[in-house]
């Protein structure tokens, strides 16, 4: 099975590399939206995440307000501040059983980090791979590590969440529980892009992270924020 997720995923991203270059043709792309192609884009994602069933809205809500059937949000290295009528929204909709993916290093990443009583600070050396720290990621089964570089990670001074990767010792991607659901927070949002995706651990790495969800469901890639 997963070597038919691969296989899939391979199809996908040729389809994407394709795509991208008329893309770039016509006009620059918003960084890390679903529509788009370009190499910091998550089509790619939103293409593979149908294709594992967990079909990805098409259009953002006119309102900014969790749909009822969807039980993954992924918000990817947002643009624009998350308010706190949105916080409402979505603290609501995880306690419920949502599960909130949130990756990012830029300012509006960095405040919706503290929403949550977590700080982005830098390692002392860059670690060019995340290490697996937890037993949780196995579908499938993921290797000791993803070549993932990354010059940041998560300190919090909460005591309830498990580390998942880490860079050079520290916790890099985390999980913990809120309510019924599960919040997922990473300090790079490039294992998620179309360049991301195109190397097998990094692939595998997001697909174990995506099996995290709570609940089973429709997924979102809130686009909303960009």
């Known amino acids: 099975r997963d070597s038919w997720l691969a296989i899939g995923l391979v199809i996908l991203l040729s389809v994407i590399t394709v795509a991208a270059a008329y893309q770039q043709n016509k006009s620059q792309t918003i960084p890390y ?23 990805p809205l098409e259009e953002s809500p006119p309102i900014f ?77 993921q290797s000791d590590l993803a070549p993932v570089a990354s010059d940041l990670y998560l300190s919090s001074a909460r005591t309830d969440f498990v580390p998942l990767l880490t860079a050079n010792g520290h916790p890099a991607i985390v999980a913990f529980e809120q309510g019924q659901g599960r919040v997922i927070l990473s300090a790079t949002a490039h294992p998620f892009s179309n360049r991301g995706l195109k190397d097998d651990p990094t692939a595998m790495m997001v697909l174990n992270l995506v099996a995290l969800s709570a609940q089973k469901g429709r997924a979102w890639l809130d686009d909303w924020h960009h």
């Open 33 to 55: 939206t679903s529509s788009s192609a370009a190499p910091d884009g998550t089509l790619a994602l939103k293409l593979w995440l149908a294709e594992l069933g967990y079909q």
């Open 65 to 141: 307000q969790p749909p009822q059937d969807v039980k993954l949000i992924l918000l990817l290295e947002p643009l624009l501040l998350v308010s706190e009528r949105e916080w409402d929204s979505l603290d609501q909709w995880i306690e419920r059983g949502g599960t909130l993916i949130l990756a990012g290093h830029g300012m509006p990443a960095v405040y919706a980090f503290d929403h949550f009583n977590f700080s982005l600070k830098y390692l002392d050396e860059p670690s060019d791979s995340l290490f697996a720290a937890a037993p949780l990621l196995l579908s499938p089964p």
